[in-house]
């Protein structure tokens, strides 16, 4: 019978649609783990002699600063996944803003006179005035490069906007070439970020960990609250689902979108100022390679979806951990590309669904 | 109109003609006058005036005049090289360009035609210069496989194909990549694709950085990385010899010959019933597949033969380089190509031919070489090069600000910024019903 030949093949298919994704998102984890706990792996000498371990303590440290190193990626993402969700650009030149914001960031320190020897309550509250500065000027870069190279492009066929981010994201990184030159420069490390926080069951937490995470949740939080409660927030997906009936409600459709720029900015900046921390070196291609990471993660949670380039972030900062430690860091791009076209193959509207307009 | 009263065929034939020669003066005229260029939608009454005035000059013309036009470019191009020593500058930006057209070529025809967003073009340069790296030089040196190679290569260890032969490889490897990186992104849509295909991009390039570490027996490696593969053969004919790097003039008429057969087979493409297929599945891909077009076969071999030209112009620039190196391979080249298309007007072919000779003069003629010594001559001292890429952004905001169209923007995407589409499908309803 040709239909019960059918239909064991449409029960498979079922299955990998519900459940294919997940099973492929654990398999990295699960099966390090496993050959972790049976061949053991070696975490460092005494008296020349390889120590292993046969434990999970390494995966669960690769899984923290995953997490933590994610929240950046996060950050950025939602700054895309907001300007994709209200005008379907996909914003090229944010990773851009986001080096500048690190840069910004790094020349305040000086200004601020903030060095690794500083007190903590100077530290705090320096670093604190940096990330509202940082911030604010990332923003405001965001919705100048709105009003000049895309808003005049309103109604043209959908790439021209798409070419001018390009171009603008040429024209940051040149800025950032003459402003820092052109290799990685070491910033200083002023919270000490290798320093251990707390111990759980064997697996060190850093500095950078928490203060990576600390930086984000709230903004995660703030922005949320933003979308879902304030007026300017409605007035955003309203122009997110629908510019021209917003429009006939009253709502300025132009300046919604610079608030969603501005946003967008503020949190890229917010990144820059975590990443010059965390990484302790800064240099002009970084927002490149962090705009492809981010872009990435807001696709893979569901463009537009602001939890879901949360979520996206995080799990491309776990798979980045994992590949980097366990097959080198040269194959990295290679894991998170591969993993991005399996999500787009078994979901392709992303993990937690895309909020556009195309999507109803 | 008097265009209503002619079949559809013949106005379309004027139309392309026209787009080949002169530009839209009222393109031009619109963009700067009005406030919002973004609307597209100046004032109907004056583009009309403007249109009458092009479509009576145009029938003023012979009707051979743009036959004649094309075959006074050809000798034009053909005899270009002898204006120029065989070393100049400006010859090897020429030669450069000339293969971006054919890059360019092809990924309109995926992005322009098909409206599949690829970012991930890339890869099938990769692919078209590994084939001249792994095919044609001493690179698997435990291999002996000689075709059509010249007397030395002959008794060179490795495999050595005469160049047409890789070039043929190059467009079998690249169809295939094609096909496979269109698989995946058959369900999804334009934004998805563009991310699917840019992974694709990605992981190519880190198999190129990292092939190294990939053995293939014998201590042959896939690839030979950021080091590259060094000493790529020189094409060799068998009647006019071997090429070499101090006469640039045959490498000029081989591009040359290569962009004419790529150029003319997207012009017979676009009006073909796949080009047809393609601009339908493009505009409304749900009704296109309720008329009958099978989307898959389509969608598929679009990525096929745009990669086919992208494999091309890759063999070519890997043995004009005559190095094989990963790090040639990164994914702003994609975003290069696609700029060029976009500035030309996207899915118009005299458009990608034109962006990508403007772009690639800029970036590989203008900006080294006559750019350069414009701030030591007014007494600034830095170097230019250090701004390259901040000019070259800053002339992508400003044509795409003032020309969001692109410059010779495709037949119907005009008319549809320009309001006119209706009328023109009920014109050619209207033709259709009466024949």
């Not at chain 1, 995470?213 to 304030?230: D, E, K, N």
């Not at chain 1, 993660?297 to 900062?317: F, H, P, S, W, Y």
């Not at chain 2, 000059?57 to 065989?86: C, D, K, N, Y």
């Not at chain 2, 098909?114 to 792994?134: E, I, K, M, P, R």
């Amino acid at each position: 019978m040709p239909a019960a030949a059918v239909r064991p093949l449409a029960a498979v298919r079922k299955w990998i649609g519900r459940w294919g994704l997940i099973v492929a998102l654990l398999a990295l984890p699960v099966y390090y783990g496993i050959r972790d706990l049976t061949h053991g792996y070696s975490s460092g000498f005494v008296n020349g002699h390889a120590v292993i371990n046969h434990d999970l303590t390494q995966l669960g440290f690769n899984l923290v600063s995953g997490v933590s190193n994610g929240s950046i990626w996060a950050l950025i993402a939602m700054g895309y996944t907001l300007v994709y969700g209200i005008i379907e650009l996909i914003n090229f030149a944010h990773g851009d803003v986001f080096m500048i914001g690190s840069f910004v960031a790094v020349g305040l320190y000086a200004s601020f006179g903030l060095t690794a020897t500083t007190g903590a309550f100077g530290l705090v509250g320096g670093l604190l005035l940096t990330l509202i500065v940082a911030m604010f000027v990332c923003g405001s870069l965001n919705v100048l490069i709105e009003r000049v190279a895309y808003r005049p492009l309103r109604g043209a066929p959908k790439l021209a906007p798409l070419i001018t981010a390009v171009g603008f994201s040429f024209i940051l990184q040149n800025v950032g070439l003459l402003w820092k030159g052109g290799s990685p420069v070491g910033v200083p490390d002023l919270i000490n970020q290798n320093k251990t926080v707390f111990k759980i069951s064997g697996v060190i937490i850093h500095r950078a960990d928490v203060l990576a995470i600390a930086v984000t949740v709230p903004l995660v939080f703030a922005l949320t609250w933003f979308i879902g409660r304030t007026r300017a927030g409605r007035a955003m997906r309203a122009t997110a689902q629908d510019p021209e009936a917003a429009r006939l409600m009253g709502i300025n459709v132009n300046s919604t979108i610079s608030l969603t720029f501005m946003l967008g900015g503020m949190l890229a900046g917010a990144a820059g100022i975590v990443y010059a921390l965390y990484e302790t070196n800064v240099w002009y291609f970084q927002g490149f390679e962090a705009g492809l990471i981010a872009f990435t993660a807001a696709v893979m949670g569901g463009i537009g979806n602001v939890r879901g380039a949360v979520l996206g972030g995080i799990i491309i900062g776990c798979i980045q951990q994992l590949s980097d430690s366990r097959l080198g860091p040269q194959w990295t791009p290679a894991v998170v590309f591969g993993y991005l076209i399996l999500v787009m193959v078994l979901r392709p509207r992303g993990l937690l669904g895309e909020e556009t307009r195309e999507a109803g | 109109m008097s265009d209503a009263e002619r079949p559809p065929d013949e106005v379309r034939s004027e139309v392309s003609v026209h787009k080949g020669q002169a530009p839209e003066r009222e393109g031009v005229t619109r963009a700067s006058r009005s406030k919002e260029p973004a609307a597209g939608l100046g004032p109907g009454q004056f583009t009309a005036q403007m249109r009458e005035w092009r479509d009576a000059f145009e029938r003023r013309l012979p009707p051979w005049w743009s036959r004649a036009l094309g075959a006074v470019l050809i000798v034009f191009a053909i005899l270009l090289p002898f204006f120029f020593t065989q070393t100049s500058g400006f010859l090897n930006a020429t030669i450069i360009s000339l293969a971006y057209v054919v890059m360019a070529l092809g990924l309109n025809i995926v992005v322009g035609f098909a409206g599949l967003l690829d970012l991930g073009y890339v890869a099938f340069y990769a692919l078209g210069a590994y084939s001249v790296g792994w095919f044609g030089s001493g690179f698997f040196f435990n291999e002996h496989i000689h075709v059509g190679a010249s007397h030395i290569q002959n008794t060179l260890p490795g495999i050595h194909l005469n160049f047409l032969l890789i070039v043929v490889c190059a467009v079998v490897i690249a169809a295939l990549a094609g096909i496979i990186i269109g698989l995946p992104t058959l369900r999804l849509r334009s934004d998805y694709i563009a991310i699917v295909t840019l992974a694709f991009g990605e992981i190519v390039r880190v198999f190129a950085i990292n092939g190294q570490s990939i053995h293939l027996g014998g201590g042959q490696t896939l690839t030979a990385g950021n080091l590259g593969i060094p000493a790529v053969d020189l094409p060799y004919f068998p009647v006019i010899g071997s090429f070499n790097l101090l006469k640039l003039r045959p490498w000029y008429w081989l591009i040359l010959a290569l962009m004419l057969v790529v150029l003319f087979v997207n012009l017979r493409l676009r009006d073909s019933r796949l080009g047809r297929a393609w601009v339908a599945l493009r505009e409304d891909e749900v009704a296109a597949v309720s008329m009958g077009i099978p989307a898959v076969r389509t969608k598929l071999l679009a990525y096929a033969i745009g990669a086919t030209f992208g494999g091309v112009s890759g063999a070519f620039l890997g043995a004009y380089f005559t190095t094989v190196n990963a790090g040639q391979f990164a994914f702003s080249f994609s975003i290069f190509v696609l700029a060029m298309i976009i500035v030309g007007g996207l899915g118009s072919i005299w458009g990608a031919v034109l962006g990508a000779l403007l772009l690639s003069y800029t970036n590989y003629y203008l900006i080294p070489d006559v750019f350069n010594d414009i701030p030591s001559k007014i007494g600034l001292n830095f170097n230019l090069t250090q701004l390259s890429f901040g000019i070259f952004g800053f002339l992508l905001v400003l044509v795409m600000v003032l020309r969001p169209q692109g410059l010779f923007p495709e037949r119907r995407r005009r008319l549809e910024l320009t309001g006119d589409i209706a009328a023109e499908d009920a014109q050619l309803v209207e033709s259709q019903t009466a024949v």
